[in-house]
């Protein structure tokens, strides 16, 4: 099956400087590419997802990019803010396929 | 957010007891998947449905069962609860699986004691 691998695990920033989480997936088959946000206590909300049709995606100060030929996506996180602070998923998915594939999840914190 | 609701909230129960978790949406989405979140693991899938009566397993199924009787609920059951499934346990669902969106609902704190 897929397997996604994420980093850093842990992320500490400044407010206002930019965040950048990384991840890294195995099967090329893969063309669904969604990210989640995890406060802490509650559920993970999608707050960004591209398709591999496409290489970037932005929505207002959080942008996602992938390389199909590298097999990895990025999200990026600008003008950091203290509310950012939270945990981040990646996952990948198949158009072919039932399941999702996580990633291991990033804690960010932005130090106000 | 998505319709979905989770059963119960919170449940402290003692090994060896089974436990049923339920889940219920009111989007009328045909995948609806069962999560557990641990530290350091993430997300991993325990089972999931493809429709009425229609189930497959996820990577860590052992010990787990699930019973899809109706499109808007899927039920995750532990027949005899171990230490180890002390989880937050997430139900989440998707209108065309792993083409589409996934939405979580709240999730279920799970301790055994």
């Known amino acids: 099956g897929e397997n996604v691998e994420q980093h850093p695990s842990t992320l500490s920033v400044q407010e206002g400087d930019s965040a950048v989480i990384k991840c890294t997936y195995s099967d090329s088959a893969s063309n669904y590419f969604p990210w989640y946000k995890q406060e802490l206590g509650k559920r993970p909300q999608l707050i960004i997802d591209?398709?591999?049709?496409?290489g970037e995606k932005k929505d207002q100060r959080i942008a996602v990019t992938l390389n199909k030929t590298a097999k990895h996506f990025s999200l990026h996180i600008t003008e950091t803010q203290p509310e950012d602070s939270a945990v981040y998923f990646c996952a990948a998915s198949m158009n072919t396929g039932n399941q999702f594939y996580f990633g291991t999840g990033t804690s960010l914190t932005v130090i106000p | 957010d998505a319709g979905i609701t989770q059963s119960p909230r919170h449940k402290v129960t003692e090994t060896g007891t089974p436990v049923t978790l339920r889940c219920h949406q009111t989007?009328?989405?045909?995948?609806m998947y069962w999560y557990r979140q641990d530290p350091g693991h993430g997300l991993r899938l325990i089972h999931y449905s493809y429709g009425v009566k229609d189930t497959d397993k996820g990577e860590v199924s052992d010990g787990y069962s699930v019973s899809r009787s109706k499109t808007e609920d899927f039920l995750l059951t532990l027949e005899s609860a171990t230490s180890s499934q002390t989880s937050v346990y997430f139900c989440?669902?998707?209108?065309?699986?792993?083409?589409?969106?996934?939405?979580f609902g709240s999730g279920t704190q799970l301790s055994v004691l």
């Open positions: 989440a669902i998707s209108e065309q699986g792993g083409e589409e969106k996934l939405f």
């Open positions: 591209i398709r591999s049709n496409v």
């Open positions: 989007e009328n989405h045909r995948y």
